[in-house]
């Protein structure tokens, strides 16, 4: 009789974790959306900037977790630039600074996040590295320079995520960078007399020793 009590006391206790599972599943199937492991986003803030008459330009990250709370990322970007003349010289004219007149570049890289809620809506931090590639051609005032520059940014950010139950996300955060380059090299094209005026502020500008760094989003989760 002993053994057949225990058998029953265990019987009743697995039935009702196995009813209280599932009363809590169908909590969290209501009220979160289910765990989705991957991501793609595309990078808004880059579609917008080929909005400028002569600047193409796209991004794209890819996400999965590790564990529970930690997510890897891989990304890239493209940028070509053959902005107008008009554009250019108001520039130029206006600000007094040098002006990247055609050339393209590219960023790759991966990067580490760890996030509250693995499943919904979530406070996000990480870190991340970029290796980027810029050709370009810069014009200060009636000279123009031949730029080539391959550089190193690690960087760290946060923000926070938004999920939706269908797995559409958004997110939005800020950060820092600190671009290093791995090989740099400005030339003058010609020898006009802003020539060494622009020179010095064209590397002022690559050598720019912190970057606020942007981490905007639209995707899916899958």
């Not at 809590?24 to 991501?39: F, G, I, M, Q």
């Not at 999920?163 to 010609?190: F, K, M, Y």
């Amino acid at each position: 009789m002993k053994l057949v009590s225990t058998l029953v006391g265990l019987a009743a206790l697995v039935l009702g974790a196995s009813a209280q599972a599932q009363d809590v599943s169908s909590v969290k199937s209501e009220s979160n959306p289910p765990l989705r492991r991957v991501s793609v986003e595309v990078r808004p803030l880059e579609s917008l900037i080929s909005a400028t008459p002569g600047i193409a330009s796209g991004g794209l990250s890819i996400e999965t977790y590790l564990g529970h709370n930690f997510g890897l990322r891989i990304g890239g970007s493209y940028a070509d630039v053959n902005l107008p003349d008009r554009i250019v010289n108001t520039a130029n004219e206006e600000r007094d600074t040098p002006v990247v007149e055609k050339g393209y570049g590219h960023t790759a890289g991966a990067g580490l996040r760890y996030y509250d809620n693995p499943i919904g809506d979530s406070l996000y931090a990480g870190g991340d590295i970029d290796y980027s590639m810029l050709k370009t051609t810069w014009k200060f005032n009636d000279d123009r320079f031949a730029v080539e520059r391959y550089a190193v940014e690690p960087s760290i950010v946060a923000g926070y995520r938004w999920v939706w139950q269908n797995g559409v996300l958004a997110r939005i955060g800020a950060g820092a960078g600190l671009p290093r380059a791995d090989s740099q090299t400005v030339t003058a094209e010609t020898d006009g007399p802003d020539a060494a005026e622009g020179l010095d502020k064209i590397n002022d500008a690559l050598d720019t020793p912190v970057l606020a760094k942007l981490d905007f989003g639209f995707g899916m989760m899958f």
